[in-house]
């Protein structure tokens, strides 16, 4: 069964950087993109990039750009995600998802890790 | 602000068919297919509706997705009191070359 482990919960300063696992397994991890999203306490869901773990291509939200690293392990099957320059209105919960094997602009974003909560504060 | 426009809350009786809006352009439903998603406190989203119209397995048939021009609506029949959730759409946006979700719904099952 697919199946999507994340790392566990961080506490961050200001200012310094963050870099969460995702590892995979279950499905043929080189034929699906894999998505980050997170959610701010009280917010809502907020999307930050797509990778494509043939080639490690990417593409970050605009809002992010600069400030993210999306990586992939092949050999190991996990997604990295690495955001510097953390503010307190980084804290959130960060999930990787399996997006569709076709495109990364449509299908289903079906299957979710169980989230990683980063605490930024001072 | 989101570019995505949903109602902040929408509510029902059991058993009643409710609808849930989601309002976009034509950078983004008006061209790409909209996702549905379920949040629950604590867990992880729930893929619910996908490529517009899509249920995967698991979903019951009463979640059904739809769209018109650069607006989609997810509608759910028969409504039960573990629907009470809050309700995402999301869709892809050429503008903002990414992913846009709407700001939620909260439904309330009455």
């Known amino acids: 069964q697919v199946q999507l482990v994340q790392s566990g919960a961080e506490v961050r300063k200001p200012g310094a950087s963050v870099k969460l696992s995702c590892k995979a397994s279950?499905?043929?991890?080189?034929?699906?993109?894999m998505h980050w999203v997170r959610q701010a306490p009280g917010q809502g869901l907020e999307w930050m990039g797509v990778?494509?773990?043939?080639?490690?291509?990417?593409t970050y939200a605009q809002k992010f750009q600069g400030r993210v690293t999306m990586t992939v392990d092949t050999s190991t099957t996990t997604v990295y995600m690495d955001l510097s320059s953390l503010r307190s209105d980084d804290t959130a919960v960060y999930y990787c998802?399996?997006?569709?094997?076709?495109?990364?602009?449509?299908?289903?974003?079906?299957?979710w890790g169980q989230g990683t909560l980063v605490t930024v504060s001072s | 602000q989101s570019v995505v426009t949903q109602p902040p809350s929408a509510s029902g009786t059991p058993g009643q068919r409710v609808t849930i809006s989601c309002s976009g352009s034509s950078s983004n439903i008006g061209t790409y297919a909209v996702n549905w998603y379920q949040l629950l406190p604590g867990t992880a989203p729930k893929l619910l509706i996908y490529s517009g119209n899509q249920r995967p397995s698991g979903v019951p048939d009463r979640f059904s997705g739809s769209k018109s021009g650069t607006s989609a609506t997810l509608a759910i029949s028969g409504l039960q009191s573990e629907d009470e959730a809050d309700y995402y759409c999301a869709a892809w946006d050429d503008r903002l070359n990414g992913w846009v979700f709407g700001g939620g719904t909260k439904l309330t099952v009455l």
């Open positions: 998802a399996r997006g569709s094997g076709g495109s990364y602009k449509v299908g289903s974003v079906g299957y």
């Open positions: 279950g499905f043929t991890f080189t034929s699906y993109y």
């Open positions: 990778i494509n773990p043939t080639g490690g291509g990417t």
